[in-house]
T-cell receptor
Framework: AQSVTQPDIHITVSEGASLELRCNYS??????LFWYVQSPGQGLQLLLK??????LVQGIKGFEAEFKRSQSSFNLRKPSVHWSDAAEYFC??????????FGTGTRLKVLA | EAGVAQSPRYKIIEKRQSVAFWCNPI?????LYWYQQILGQGPKLLIQ????????DSQLPKDRFSAERLKGVDSTLKIQPAKLEDSAVYLC???????????FGSGTQLSVL
């Protein structure tokens, strides 16, 4: 079955510390992978996406993600977290047939 | 460009009542999605339109939920009658084409009492 797993429900980091949010997928076809961020009371906003090519993709707000086919992972990273990064982060996958599957999300808390 | 517009922003109803949500996607976006996001969970696709045709409604509870996208632009999602477990945020999203990124509206937060 197709699925996206985000094993960490909550993560707390100090401002200025590095961040890694995990995402693992199970998908029969070649996946297109996305990370979205959702601030409280808002819709989701795209951070970055991977379709093909370079497995390390850069996104907005200083985020990057690395696609590792052998591990079925697409982890999101940021070298130095800012207080404004506190939000919920969703990993998503699709195969080009339009249907997106979202993970359950990771809520990030940033300590001053 | 203008974003995806949704209304109302909040809605409180009693169980067994009816409710409708409206969505206006980004101009030119052929694909429109309705998602249900229950507190603490990721968005779950309810229905997907390509222009005014339904692409996927496999997870839409058709005994109580209905959706339409007349003229391939605006869309409405209706729940009749509502149940307590329908309390959630209903997100509308649109995209230009295949596997393109989704643009989300701010959602409608529904509370069923």
């Amino acid at each position: 079955a197709q699925s996206v797993t985000q094993p960490d429900i909550h993560i707390t980091v100090s401002e200025g510390a590095s961040l890694e949010l995990r995402c693992n997928y199970s998908y029969g076809a070649t996946p297109y992978l996305f990370w979205y961020v959702q601030s409280p009371g808002q819709g989701l906003q795209l951070l970055l996406k991977y379709f093909s090519g370079d497995t390390l993709v850069q996104g907005i707000k200083g985020f990057e993600a690395e696609f590792k086919r052998s591990q079925s992972s697409f982890n999101l990273r940021k070298p130095s977290v800012h207080w404004s990064d506190a939000a919920e982060y969703f990993c998503a996958v699709t195969s080009g047939t339009y249907k997106y599957i979202f993970g359950t999300g990771t809520r990030l808390k940033v300590l001053a | 460009e203008a974003g995806v517009a949704q209304s109302p922003r909040y809605k409180i109803i009693e169980k067994r009542q009816s409710v409708a949500f409206w969505c206006n996607p980004i101009s030119g976006h052929a694909t429109l999605y309705w998602y249900q996001q229950i507190l603490g969970q990721g968005p779950k696709l309810l229905i997907q339109f390509q222009n005014n045709g339904v692409v996927d409604d496999s997870q839409l509870p058709k005994d109580r939920f209905s959706a339409e996208r007349l003229k391939g632009v605006d869309s409405t999602l209706k729940i009749q009658p509502a149940k307590l477990e329908d309390s959630a945020v209903y997100l509308c999203a649109s995209s230009h084409g295949e596997s393109e990124k989704l643009f989300f509206g701010s959602g409608t937060q529904l509370s069923v009492l």
